[in-house]
């Protein structure tokens, strides 16, 4: 039987020579539809599980919390082992969180949030304690910049983070450049797990070549480690075995496909999954927003007037060309992006649905539409540039100091 | 043109599959004669440049001291840019000594001792700070033990080198596992190091193949990092361009091939070499000694009987079937492996050139030659076994931590 690594990648492969196939690795997620991303058939070449109502339900009645909407309207959409974690949850038993960020630019953007606002809610809902990688190593090893570089955007990436609001007494982040170099344990699962992965299943997996640098072909390893509470003896106290649960977008799935491939064999515990779908760039649901495209982004920086111009020029419409077309035939909500936003960001179902039936019966305009997001996104914004401001120097580096997080397991 | 690294690789693939030479990398020496590797063809092969009269000269002139055996003998025979350490000498300027041991057995044997007694000589005469490498990350990638073992293996084997009689004020040995995670700019040179690193480069220059784990494909960085002073901040307080000089046997000159084709695309200087021959197998000079069976060596820990036993059993003889043959024809001291250890071990030049003479022309029987090969290893084993004893666990850790070493640069 193909394990879940081999699997996914052959269909990797096969993606990536067959047109009909969306592209979607860690560094390129390419579609040919204006829809965007077909999720349903990526949940069958990633070999992963779709979340369901039967889920969703068992979340409720286990948490007596409400569905997250990000759960409700699809955006969490995939998983792996999810009812594993919820049989932890219904023995009363713990788990913690892993998620990250590659620290490539000053600025994130609204596509950089959905994980990190995801997590938040889970920290919340579970009240779990939560590790979150930022890879500078692997910024540095792929992109043009020097080692200092994305060390210093990972400490200011990590006020972006922390003004999601993650509790403090339960929330490690840290830079792997500082971390490695902190943390024996650490260093160890690296090469425990490096001495497991062949040049053979990275080339698989992430479609590596001869032509790649010595570090990209072994930073999978350093992704794959957090997933072991062991590579952190000071965060958990010395626990071994905590299990563990990613929130991730999918184009991440590759690195713990690996992991999951390797667990088993370090005799440690799979990690379990959940996948986000991509959130389109303002210019349509053909790829994810790009940090290196500005004007395909909304930043997390931008001003008031800067998020109504971009929403204004660049905001790909599902409207009509004309006022009148408009009102006769109505807007396409599945490929208008700032219809799309809102899904992300209006958290009211009857408003939104209500929007859906304006827009698509020509009730309202694409004006209006836009001016809808544009108040939503203002808000957002402006907010989380309020609580950044007040994430100091000193505020990261308590969430960076390593130190035993509160939790009970 | 060519560089260093591409042209070892063309020449160790050559190697690999032409029967008339050597194979010399660093898992495999092998030979097709009798008398060894032909280290002259290895010069040529590598692109390294043969230790002459004149630098030995230069070396006397510079240290006012004599030419240590090893040079005499030609057992240190190779180098690549030991002029411009001695440019540095002469200019009062100081530079430092870079070795290493790969630890995957409690013993050492005599073959491994050949570096330290050379890195000690030449520390001692240049009067100049040393970091001695453990890569105990390499041997758990490697061989068939845990991390956790080859890291214990290391602070053995440290015991051993300590007793070669380094400078404590000046020697600095460190265990991979250890000092990556706790020095940041290790870690980082060793990430710089792995960006400008192709597996293509590595394929050439090591024979690595697609089914190698990613932790030994990109380890050479590794074994690459201690050639930058910047590397060590707190040993070297803080100088970043400190000249390295790396003794070591020439089977690790792939390593140092990349390491010097790299240096210039970090803008940092190119370490120099000191390249040594193989320490012979008892059963002859075919490969190099191996610690994984007993018979082809001596041990460190070998008792005197052993030592004897061991000589007499399985030391290979270049001296003819029966006495008669014997005293007519005389011995081969080429292929004699008792005659080759005194060469490495008899300090005494006369004493040395008297038993050749008396072995080649019959006058000396095998029997005492092999004699007095018994009389220098016992001496020299059993006053190294108790050195060692004097070697506690705090003086290894007193090596081992990481200090400003003392030296003028």
């Known amino acids: 039987m193909a394990s879940e690594a081999d699997k996914g990648a052959e269909e990797v492969q096969k993606a990536l020579i067959d047109d009909d196939e969306d592209i979607v690795n860690p560094w390129d997620v390419v579609s040919s539809s204006a829809k965007g991303v077909d999720y349903s058939k990526l949940i069958k070449r990633f070999g992963s599980t779709e979340i369901d109502k039967e889920l969703m339900d068992r979340m409720v009645k286990l948490t007596g919390k409400p569905t997250h909407h990000f759960l409700r309207r699809g955006i969490f959409f995939s998983h792996r082992d999810m009812h594993q974690i919820l049989d932890l949850v219904e023995k009363k038993k713990g788990f913690y969180l892993y998620t990250g960020r590659g620290p490539s630019s000053e600025s994130m953007h609204l596509g950089h949030l959905i994980p990190f606002i995801f997590t938040k809610w889970l920290q919340d809902t579970f009240d779990v304690p939560l590790v979150i990688q930022m890879t500078d190593d692997e910024k540095f090893l792929w992109k043009d910049l020097t080692i200092e570089e ?4 990972a400490h200011e990436n990590a006020k972006d983070i922390i003004a999601c609001g993650f509790d403090k007494d ?41 032509s790649d640098s010595i570090g990209k072909i072994s930073f999978p390893a350093i992704q ?37 491939d390797v667990a088993p064999r370090l005799g440690l515990l799979k990690p379990a999954l959940l996948h986000s779908t991509f959130f389109p760039a303002l210019q349509g649901a053909h790829g994810k927003m790009s940090a290196s495209d500005p004007n395909s982004s909304i930043f997390l920086t931008d001003s008031d007037e800067q998020i109504k111009t ?6 790909f419409s599902g409207g009509k060309p004309t006022e009148e077309e408009h009102r006769k035939y109505g807007g396409n909500c599945d490929i208008d992006v700032s219809y799309q936003y809102l899904t992300f960001f209006m958290e009211d179902d009857d408003k939104l649905a209500d ?12 004006g209006e539409l836009k001016q809808e997001l544009t108040n939503v996104l203002q808000k957002l914004v402006g907010e989380h540039r309020e609580r950044r401001l007040n994430v100091t120097d000193d505020i ?14």
Not at 183 to 206: A, D, H, P, R, W
């Open 150 to 153: 994305t060390n210093k955007l």
């Open 170 to 210: 339960k929330t490690f982040i840290f830079s792997d450049v500082e971390y490695i170099s902190e943390s024996t344990e650490f260093y160890k699962m690296m090469c425990k797990i490096q001495k497991l992965v062949t040049f053979n299943q990275v080339k698989g997996i992430f479609g590596f070549t001869d």
């Open 224 to 260: 794959a480690t957090p997933s072991f509470s062991s590579a952190f003896p000071q965060i958990f106290n010395g626990k071994k075995d905590v299990p563990c649960l990613i929130p991730c977008a999918i184009d991440q799935d590759p690195y713990f496909r690996m992991t999951r």
């Open 310 to 315: 971009k929403i204004n020029k660049y905001a």
């Open 355 to 366: 929007i859906k039936s304006r827009y698509s019966s020509g009730k309202m305009l694409t």
């Open 396 to 409: 990261v580096n308590e969430y960076m100091k390593s130190r035993k997080l509160k939790f009970e397991y």
